[in-house]
């Protein structure tokens, strides 16, 4: 069993003219930008990485504060693979080995799967199993049951090295999985799956709506 531990940066529509945040296409109001991903084996060893960014199709501009709290630019954006080139390269960085997705809350999980399904590929590609790592790092601080930490605050607490830059989506899928090392506990890892059934149908009364 290995374990994929996935973190996401997104894009999010902007008005530049009015400078002010403007409506979201409700079946894509986030846009991946950037996807990292780091596996790690049985005993919780990394032994790949992965990352890339990825041209935004929706939100072709890049939000200011987006830009930066990333480091992104639009030029860099630009070069870019699209977002079914970077999917394809994610599924082949997990391979065929049996293996559980990993991230840092819920969202990651599910903007993911919105990407996937909005820009027409195949999400049952994917495992739905998934482990909620932010949760987990809750019960290891003994927290009640919704106050969540930051990925930064985390890190800092478990006294591990930042030599690289958060909010960029290799680095914290990296700091994820040495939290996840850390802190493994088999009787807390509250694996879930991911209701993609959900999400199709929701998307499907979105466009519903939108085309009546």
Not at 49 to 71: D, H, S
Not at 116 to 137: E, K, S, T, V, W
């Amino acid at each position: 069993m290995n374990y994929i531990i996935i973190d996401l940066e997104y894009n999010q529509n902007f008005d530049f003219k009015t400078g002010a945040k403007a409506p979201s296409n409700p079946l894509l109001p986030l846009e991946i930008i950037q996807i990292g991903a780091v596996k790690m084996d049985s005993r919780h060893e990394i032994i790949d990485k992965f990352g890339t960014t990825v041209a935004p199709r929706l939100y072709r501009g890049l939000n200011p504060f987006v830009a930066r709290v990333t480091g992104l630019t639009g030029a860099q954006l630009r070069k870019s693979p699209p977002f079914y080139a970077a999917y394809r390269g994610l599924l082949r960085f997990i391979g065929n080995e049996d293996a559980l997705l990993c991230f840092w809350g819920n969202d990651d999980v599910r903007e993911l799967f919105r990407n996937i399904l909005f820009y027409r590929q195949n999400p049952r590609r994917l495992p739905l199993g998934y482990i909620n790592i932010q949760r987990m790092a809750a019960l290891h601080l003994e927290l009640p049951a919704k106050q969540q930490m930051a990925l930064g605050t985390m890190v800092a607490n478990l006294d591990i090295d930042t030599p690289l830059p958060f909010h960029n989506a290799p680095n914290d899928a990296y700091y994820t999985a040495e939290i996840f090392k850390r802190i493994y506990n088999e009787k807390n890892l509250g694996i879930q799956s991911f209701d993609l059934e959900k999400l199709i149908l929701h998307n499907m009364e979105l466009k519903a709506k939108s085309d009546s």
